[in-house]
Nanobody, 127 residues
Framework: QVQLVESGGGLVQAGGSLRLSCAAS????????MAWFRQAPGKEREFVAG????????TYADSVKGRSTISRDNAKNTMYLQMNSLKPEDTAVYYC????????????????????WGQGTQVTVSS
């Protein structure tokens, strides 16, 4: 089982930027794909971005494509989400999650394929 801790959330004005981090411990980080999800008040949790174990495959939701960059540093056991040009509709709790499958080649993840979740970090974008 892997433990995940998100950080980097906060309050930012529309048009601003934030970088979220997800620190992992408890198993070999570099073997597993990772993903960011978010959940806004009254809405279901949704996929934001995913990155496979090597970083060679990346997928973004249409809602953040072109404004966000997912990356990982396997030497630091950490994944990142750089978010630019933030909009009020980006307001949500952001969660990082780890794939159940080692060395899976893809980078889009359904919630059922993810075995571990962080506690979430709040992102609030004011207009």
């Amino acid at each position: 089982q892997v433990q995940l801790v998100e950080s980097g959330g906060g309050l930012v004005q529309a048009g601003g930027s934030l970088r979220l981090s997800c620190a992992a411990s408890g198993r070999t980080f570099s073997m597993y794909g990772m993903a960011w999800f978010r959940q806004a008040p009254g809405k279901e949790r949704e996929f934001v971005a995913g990155i496979n174990w090597s970083g060679g495959s990346i997928t973004y939701a249409d809602s953040v494509k072109g404004r966000s960059t997912i990356s990982r540093d396997n030497a630091k056991n950490t994944m990142y989400l750089q978010m630019n040009s933030l909009k009020p509709e980006d307001t949500a709790v952001y969660y990082c999650a780890a794939d159940r499958r080692a060395y899976y080649y893809g980078s889009y993840y359904s919630q059922s394929s993810l075995g571990s979740w962080g506690q979430g970090t709040q992102v609030t974008v004011s207009s």
